[in-house]
C-alpha cells in the first residue's frame, strides 16, 4: 500500500526543523547504504550525535506517532532512529530496494515498512521525485513540506536528479506488527471504516460488528 499522509508536521515544527538545519553536519550517505545501493546513492546525511540531531529525530518521530493515519497504515512494532537527508544539484538516489534488516544486535528488526517525510515544499527545488515502483507503474511523489508518503520497504524506488535547488526529507523504516503487506492494506480500510462508524454511529450493531472484526485480525494477524 501507498499511503500519503498530509500534516505530519505543522508550520511551527517545520520552522523549527528548518532552524535545526543550519547547525547540524551532513556527512557522505553511502555511509549508511548497503553494499548494492552504495553504488547508485548520491545524497548526503545529517551526522547523529549532536544535539540539534537528537531534537530533529524526536521532532520527526514524535510527530510521525501522534498521526492516526500513520499509526493505522504502518501499525509500527519497532521504529528505527530516522535520517534526514540532502539533496543538492547533480544528486540522486538510483533504483534500489531498502535493506530487509537495519539495526544492530539486539536492536536489529526486520524492514516492512518506509516512510519518506518532506521537509521543504517542492516549489524549492527542481527534480528530486521519489518513484516508487507499483504493481500499476511508477508513481512519483513530491509532496509539500511536512506531508510523508508511506510505503512497502519491498519496492523498488528511486529519487531522480535534484537540477535546482535543495530537496531535504527524514527517511523513516519500520518493522509492523502485520508482516503481510495485503493483510495491512485491509485493515487500514477497515480501520477506516470503522472509525467513520465510531464517530457517526457509535451504538450501532453494525459498528459492533466492524470494530470486532478489526480488532481480532488484528490479533489473529500480528506478530507480537
Known amino acids: 500500500m501507498l499511503l500519503e499522509i498530509s500534516d505530519v508536521l505543522d508550520k511551527n515544527k517545520l520552522e523549527n526543523i528548518r532552524a535545526m538545519l543550519d547547525k ?8 549508511t547504504a548497503g553494499q548494492a545501493a552504495q553504488r547508485v546513492k548520491n545524497n548526503q546525511e545529517m551526522q547523529h550525535g549532536s544535539k540539534q540531531a537528537e531534537f530533529l529525530d524526536h521532532l520527526v518521530m514524535s510527530s510521525l506517532a501522534e498521526h492516526a493515519a500513520f499509526r493505522s497504515g504502518a501499525l509500527p512494532y519497532r521504529v528505527a532512529q530516522p535520517v534526514l537527508a540532502r539533496y543538492t544539484p547533480g544528486m540522486q538516489y538510483g533504483d534500489h530496494i531498502d535493506d530487509p534488516i ?3 544486535g539486539p536492536h536489529k528488526f526486520r524492514t516492512d515498512v518506509s516512510v ?3 521537509l521543504n515544499d517542492p516549489d524549492e527545488y527542481q527534480g528530486g521525485e ?3 515502483n507499483t504493481t500499476f507503474g511508477d508513481k512519483a511523489v513530491k509532496l509539500p513540506a511536512g506531508s510523508a508518503v508511506m510505503y512497502p520497504s519491498t519496492s523498488v524506488h528511486r529519487v531522480t536528479e535534484v537540477t535546482q535547488g535543495e530537496r531535504i526529507v527524514a527517511v523513516v523504516w519500520l518493522q509492523s506488527m502485520v508482516r503481510d503487506a495485503a493483510k495491512r492494506e485491509l485493515l487500514y480500510q477497515l480501520d477506516q471504516a470503522r472509525n467513520t462508524l465510531l464517530n457517526t454511529k457509535p451504538q450501532a450493531e453494525e459498528t459492533k460488528q466492524v470494530d470486532r472484526s478489526y480488532v481480532n485480525l488484528v490479533r489473529m494477524w500480528s506478530e507480537v
Do not use: P, W
Not at 25 to 31: P, Q
Open 116 to 118: 519518506t517525510v518532506f
Open 130 to 132: 521519489l518513484i516508487i
Open 24 to 31: 547540524v553536519t551532513y556527512v557522505d550517505g553511502k555511509l
Open 102 to 104: 537495519m539495526g544492530t
